[in-house]
């Protein structure tokens, strides 16, 4: 098993795209699963236990690592490694993987390789060895909705600008290292596992923007997966990753200028009657008319309980 292309049983999740601040690390993409199992009880078994055990361990001290497991036959070694997103802190990781290893022993069991991506994290095991070795296949793509009403003709080139912003890095410090890019109201980032090569790590995202660029057309946001590395982009322009999202929070700021506008007219009309009912008894105590004693009381409580209202509303509003 080389690379993951390999894999004929493929599990994928719809990813709904959520704001990017609730984007959960242990958020399910997809898995893969060998066709190959090895036996109950078997040193193939023991191997990737084992393997797997330690993978686990190592996520609390790295976001990157890839290890080997003989322990029970070297004839039946086990290879693997885990990627933690470079944002992540240590615990965080650490718990990501955790979550990879429930999903691969309830989706792959016996197995002898499979892969899962979470949100957070990529972990990958098998029985040929794969560390090094570069892998621009493609295992998942997914594209958002296309773009509501408000943004200009030049979407497409100011998202082509954002993924571009993710490449030509070769020559960085480092190899699989977490990057992000942004032009305009577009955001994008991309990885790579710590296995590649920075250059290595520069042509798999220049390949996932690619497919990015020729399979997402207008949509507000996109996702591509490959076999050693991920990129994805997504609008930001009102801080959320989708058009519904764009259009609730337009929607949103239209009914607040409604509402403001009938509660500025009542308070409007609420003073025209204050200033009407004055002058009426202004015009009383002088004997022009006699009309009974008016209470003014609950009349002018009125006003500041509107605006009141009108700046919880609001509030409320944007906060939501």
């Avoid at 958020?27 to 055990?53: E, K, M, R, W």
């Avoid at 930001?236 to 500025?264: M, Q």
Wanted: some cysteine.
């Amino acid at each position: 098993m080389n690379n993951l292309s390999f894999f004929p049983f493929l599990f994928a999740a719809s990813i709904a795209y959520p704001a990017a601040a609730d984007d959960s690390t242990s958020a399910f993409i997809y898995a893969g699963c060998s066709q190959t199992h090895y036996a109950p009880g078997s040193p193939s078994q023991l191997n990737v236990d084992s393997l797997l055990s330690s993978l686990a361990s190592a996520s609390f001290a790295s976001p990157y690592s890839n290890l080997t497991s003989a322990v029970a036959s070297a004839a039946f070694p086990a290879f693997g490694l885990f990627q933690c997103r470079g944002d992540l802190q240590p615990s965080d990781c650490a718990e990501c993987v955790r979550s990879a290893l429930s999903r691969i022993s309830s989706l792959c069991p016996f197995a002898a390789g499979a892969a899962v991506q979470l949100a957070g994290c990529f972990l990958l095991y098998g029985n040929d060895s794969f560390v090094g070795k570069p892998d621009t296949s493609v295992l998942y793509k997914k594209c958002g909705a296309a773009a509501g009403a408000g943004y200009g003709p030049d979407q497409i080139g100011i998202r082509d600008a954002a993924l571009a912003s993710l490449t030509g890095r070769g020559n960085g410090p480092t190899a699989g290292g977490y990057r992000v890019g942004a032009a305009g109201y577009v955001q994008a980032a991309a990885q790579c596992v710590g296995d590649q090569s920075a250059s290595q790590c520069d042509d798999c995202v220049a390949v996932a923007a690619a497919q990015l660029r020729a399979a997402c057309g207008y949509a507000v946001a996109g996702d591509a997966y490959l076999g050693k590395c991920y990129a994805r982009f997504w609008y930001n322009r009102n801080g959320a990753y989708n058009d519904e999202a764009d259009y609730h929070h337009h929607h949103d700021d239209d009914e607040t200028g409604k509402t403001a506008a009938i509660v500025i007219g009542l308070i409007v009309g609420v003073a025209l009657l204050i200033m009407f009912l004055t002058f009426l008894r202004k015009a009383g105590s002088y004997g022009m008319f006699s009309i009974p004693s008016l209470t003014l009381q609950p009349l002018l409580f009125l006003y500041p309980q509107s605006f009141l209202h009108f700046k919880m509303h609001f509030k409320l509003r944007q906060k939501f």
